[in-house]
C-alpha cells in the first residue's frame, strides 16, 4: 500500500476569464483584457516537503490591459480595478472524489510593465467572493484627460501559491481543479 504522501497529486486550475480576446464597450468607454500567456496552471505535488510547504508559481499568467475613453459627457474613465473568484462562486476545488477548500489556492499580481503606479493589494486567497487584486487611477487628486491604456504596454502579472498559507498536509491525493475568474472594471465617475 502506498503512502498518500508517495502519491502524485495534481491540481489543474482551468481559467475561464470574462473578457478574455472580447471586448466589452459603450459609447464611452472600451475594455479589453488579454492573455498573454499562462491560461492553465498545473500544480504538481511530488514531494513531503511541497505538501508541507506548498508550491508558488511566480508569474504564471500575464494579462494585457487595454482601455480607451470617448470623452463623453457625464462619463469620466480615470482607471481600473481588476478582481477574481471561483468561476461561478464553485465553492470548492473540486476532485475526483474529495474537495479542498477554495483557501489552498492564493493569487498575488504585479506590475510587468506599464502600471507601476497601480496599487497592488497583495497575497490574496481564492473565495466565491469578488476579490481586487489590482486598483489603478492614473491621477487621483487631479485627474486630466484620460491616457488610453493599451494591452502590449500595459500589462500585469498574476502568480499562484497552492498550500503555502494553508497547508495540503492531510488532504487525500486527487486530481483537483478549479476555475478561476478574473474581470476587468473600468472605474470613475459615471461607472
Same mark, same amino acid.
Given at each position: 500500500?502506498?503512502?498518500?504522501?508517495?502519491?502524485?497529486?495534481?491540481?489543474?486550475?482551468?481559467?475561464?476569464?470574462?473578457?478574455?480576446?472580447?471586448?466589452?464597450?459603450?459609447?464611452?468607454?472600451?475594455?479589453?483584457?488579454?492573455?498573454?500567456?499562462?491560461?492553465?496552471?498545473?500544480?504538481?505535488?511530488?514531494?513531503?516537503?511541497?505538501?508541507?510547504?506548498?508550491?508558488?508559481?511566480?508569474?504564471?499568467?500575464?494579462?494585457?490591459?487595454?482601455?480607451?475613453?470617448?470623452?463623453?459627457?457625464?462619463?469620466?474613465?480615470?482607471?481600473?480595478?481588476?478582481?477574481?473568484?471561483?468561476?461561478?462562486?464553485?465553492?470548492?476545488? @473540486?476532485? &475526483?472524489? /474529495?474537495?479542498?477548500?477554495?483557501?489552498? *489556492? #492564493? !493569487?498575488?499580481?504585479?506590475?510587468?510593465?506599464?502600471?507601476?503606479?497601480?496599487?497592488?493589494?497583495?497575497?490574496?486567497?481564492?473565495?466565491?467572493?469578488?476579490?481586487?487584486?489590482?486598483?489603478?487611477?492614473?491621477?487621483?487628486?487631479?485627474?486630466?484627460?484620460?491616457?488610453?491604456?493599451?494591452?502590449?504596454?500595459?500589462?500585469?502579472?498574476?502568480?499562484?501559491?497552492?498550500?503555502?498559507?494553508?497547508?495540503?498536509?492531510? @488532504?487525500? &491525493?486527487? /486530481?483537483?481543479?478549479?476555475?478561476?475568474? *478574473? #474581470? !476587468?472594471?473600468?472605474?470613475?465617475?459615471?461607472?
Amino acid at each position: 500500500m502506498k503512502n498518500n504522501y508517495q502519491k502524485i497529486f495534481k491540481l489543474i486550475i482551468l481559467f475561464l476569464f470574462f473578457l478574455v480576446n472580447n471586448s466589452y464597450s459603450q459609447e464611452y468607454n472600451y475594455a479589453r483584457l488579454t492573455v498573454i500567456y499562462g491560461a492553465d496552471i498545473p500544480f504538481n505535488f511530488r514531494s513531503i516537503n511541497n505538501f508541507k510547504n506548498g508550491i508558488t508559481i511566480t508569474n504564471g499568467t500575464v494579462l494585457g490591459i487595454t482601455l480607451a475613453d470617448s470623452n463623453q459627457a457625464g462619463v469620466s474613465l480615470e482607471g481600473f480595478d481588476l478582481r477574481f473568484r471561483s468561476f461561478n462562486s464553485q465553492a470548492s476545488i @473540486e476532485g &475526483s472524489v /474529495y474537495d479542498i477548500p477554495l483557501s489552498t *489556492i #492564493e !493569487l498575488e499580481a504585479s506590475n510587468n510593465i506599464g502600471l507601476g503606479a497601480a496599487t497592488y493589494t497583495g497575497l490574496k486567497e481564492l473565495s466565491t467572493s469578488w476579490t481586487n487584486l489590482v486598483e489603478y487611477t492614473q491621477n487621483p487628486i487631479n485627474p486630466p484627460a484620460f491616457s488610453d491604456l493599451i494591452w502590449s504596454n500595459h500589462q500585469v502579472n498574476i502568480s499562484y501559491s497552492c498550500g503555502v498559507t494553508n497547508t495540503l498536509l492531510g @488532504e487525500e &491525493s486527487d /486530481y483537483y481543479s478549479v476555475e478561476i475568474e *478574473i #474581470e !476587468l472594471i473600468p472605474t470613475g465617475p459615471g461607472f
